[in-house]
């Protein structure tokens, strides 16, 4: 079992920068792949990025790379979304999730932990 919690969102303007952060409970933390998906009002949640349980792998949506960094810290149970040059359709509730089989998958159902979300809003 793991509880996740973000923070670090907020309003920014197009251009900008923010960092997420997801603080992990639990002592396996280093044992799962983490993943940040968003959701848009009116849409569906979706895949933004994953990173492997030893951080050696990593995977971006098109519509981020380049522009955002996921990262972790094992040691603090953290794991970081860094996000440059925001647009305005970045903006929606970020979420963080734990997936135990270590699949780093864009897949949401292949996480079985969620966080409550943080919302990033960016303003044109």
């Known amino acids: 079992q793991v509880q996740l919690v973000e923070s670090g969102g907020g309003l920014v303007q197009a251009g900008g920068s923010l960092r997420l952060s997801c603080a992990a409970s639990g002592r396996s933390f280093s044992s799962y792949a983490m993943g940040w998906f968003r959701q848009a009002p009116g849409k569906e949640r979706e895949f933004v990025t994953a990173?492997?349980?030893?951080?050696?792998?990593?995977d971006y949506a098109d519509s981020v790379k380049g522009r955002f960094t996921i990262s972790r810290d094992n040691a603090k149970n953290l794991v970081y979304l860094q996000m440059n040059s925001l647009k305005p359709e970045d903006t929606a509730v970020y979420y963080c999730?734990?997936?135990?089989?270590?699949?780093?998958?864009?897949?949401?159902?292949?996480?079985?932990?969620w966080g409550q979300g943080t919302q990033v809003t960016v303003s044109s």
């Open positions: 990173i492997s349980r030893r951080g050696v792998n990593r």
């Open positions: 999730a734990a997936d135990p089989q270590n699949s780093w998958s864009r897949s949401v159902t292949e996480y079985d932990y």
